[in-house]
């Protein structure tokens, strides 16, 4: 029977301190929950690029999070169907030219299956622990992305800039899309530069699911495609949804992470009934992909939205 889900939806992998069932996810256990996910029938599996967190201040305790960029590579090569996206990688963290040269083998690697997330970074203590300069992230995330994009696209570049150059750079070989893997960059309405990157640059915009400004959000990403004589229709709108799963599906992660979880905005209950109607609504307003966050993340709560799935799909 054809599905008749109205727009994809993935999942975002477990890879921090405590993030699976209150445990650190070891490889062995990241590579099976991402063929979990993918055998449940799953769009597309997310991983977030950080390098350490301390969210309470200087001297706080240091928490961890494997490489992100690294595992896409490893995940490119043990899933087989499922898309794989960064949300999102830092462009701070690396050459913006030898992004470009990873993102065209990792998608060579997945068969065409990347999605690359991109951020201008946010989260300072990083930044000075790895030696990395935490002025001027936007400028530094613009110059990223005029060498990015080209490269991607074209396979070349020829550029010069205040805190990044690439000059008659190429791509070669070519990875199996001939534009490239397509650009995911997140925007609040509230920053009209980072709108004006979306509208130049990405083939999706993304944000965390709030309801109460997702109109006023999606307005703004119309606005802005126009200002840059873009048509809004030619750009997709993605959301993640925090999603808080029924007492069965596993145990919860360490408190830390469910502090993180708590600064990005509001939860969903996990029921099947309630995610399927609220997804279907998500699509009705444009959003053609949704990335979900569970409390707690764990196989056990894949499994309990296996319903959701077959609801999505019975149309």
């Keep these: 029977m054809p599905s008749k ?43 977030n690029d950080h390098l350490l967190f301390r969210i309470e201040g200087p001297d706080s305790p240091t928490r961890g999070i494997w490489d992100g960029w690294t595992l896409m590579s490893a995940l490119a090569a043990t899933t087989t169907r499922i898309e794989l996206g960064t949300i999102v990688l830092c462009t701070s963290f690396r050459n913006p030219a030898l992004t470009a040269k990873s993102a065209e083998t990792i998608d060579e690697i997945s068969g065409g299956r990347l999605i690359l997330g991109l951020g201008a970074g946010w989260h300072e203590p990083e930044y000075k622990a ?52 397509p650009i995911m960059i997140g925007a609040r309405a509230d920053r009209p530069r980072a709108l004006r990157l979306t509208a130049q640059y990405a083939d999706y915009w993304h944000r965390f699911y709030n309801a109460e400004n997702l109109a006023a959000s999606l307005t703004a990403v119309d606005a802005a495609c126009v200002k840059v004589g873009r048509d809004p229709a030619t750009l997709q709108r993605t959301v993640t949804v925090m999603v808080d799963m029924p007492g069965d599906a596993g145990q919860p992660s360490g408190e830390w992470v469910r502090q993180i979880r708590a600064g990005l905005g509001p939860t969903e209950s996990g029921m099947p009934e309630h995610l399927a109607a609220l997804l279907r609504s998500l699509a009705s307003q444009g959003i053609s992909h949704v990335q979900l966050m569970l409390e707690p993340n764990t196989m056990a709560a894949i499994d309990a939205l296996r319903p959701m799935l077959e609801l999505l799909d019975a149309g």
Excluded at 14 to 41: N, Y
């Design 5 to 47: 889900r109205p727009l994809k939806v993935g999942i975002i992998l477990p890879t921090m301190e405590e993030w699976l069932g209150g445990k650190t996810p070891r490889w062995s256990d990241m590579k099976s929950f991402a063929q979990h996910v993918e055998a449940a029938g799953f769009d597309s599996l997310w991983v």
């Design 130 to 181: 790895f030696g990395y300069p935490f002025e001027n992230l936007v400028s530094r995330f613009e110059e990223a992305l005029k060498i990015i994009h080209p490269l991607l696209r074209t396979g070349a570049v020829d550029f010069r800039g205040a805190y990044y150059s690439a000059e008659q750079c190429q791509i070669l070989p070519r990875g199996p899309r001939p534009g490239g893997p």
